[in-house]
Nanobody, 119 residues
Framework: QVQLVESGGGLVQAGGSLRLSCAVS????????MGWYRQAPGKQRELVAR???????NYADSMKGRFTISRDNAKNTVYLQMNSLKPEDTAVYYCNAHFKLGLNEYDYWGQGTQVTVSS
């Protein structure tokens, strides 16, 4: 059973920074990609950032230049460094692990961590 445990959320003022961590049970090399998503109240879950097993990254447009996703394979942990935070970044942030096996695809999710940015 794959488990993803997020940490690092909290309350921060606009312009501040937070670093989220996602600890994964098992090797993150097993997954084709790891990602961070977020969901604000009344909105759909959206991609924040994604990193493949090869190290390629992609970001949602509104996060480019402010957020950085990284991975520590030795620690089976994925990070999201968030700088220059804005009130509109307030959401629950979820860690995702994506796995492909043949034609089948699997997604695993953490329980989420709340990020609140005050103005």
């Amino acid at each position: 059973q794959v488990q993803l445990v997020e940490s690092g959320g909290g309350l921060v003022q606009a312009g501040g920074s937070l670093r989220l961590s996602c600890a994964v049970s098992g090797s993150i090399f097993s997954f084709n990609a790891m990602g961070w998503y977020r969901q604000a109240p009344g909105k759909q879950r959206e991609l924040v950032a994604r990193i493949t097993s090869g190290g390629s990254t992609n970001y949602a447009d509104s996060m480019k230049g402010r957020f950085t996703i990284s991975r520590d394979n030795a620690k089976n942990t994925v990070y999201l460094q968030m700088n220059s935070l804005k009130p509109e970044d307030t959401a629950v942030y979820y860690c995702n692990a994506h796995f492909k096996l043949g034609l089948n695809e699997y997604d695993y999710w953490g329980q989420g961590t709340q990020v609140t940015v005050s103005s």
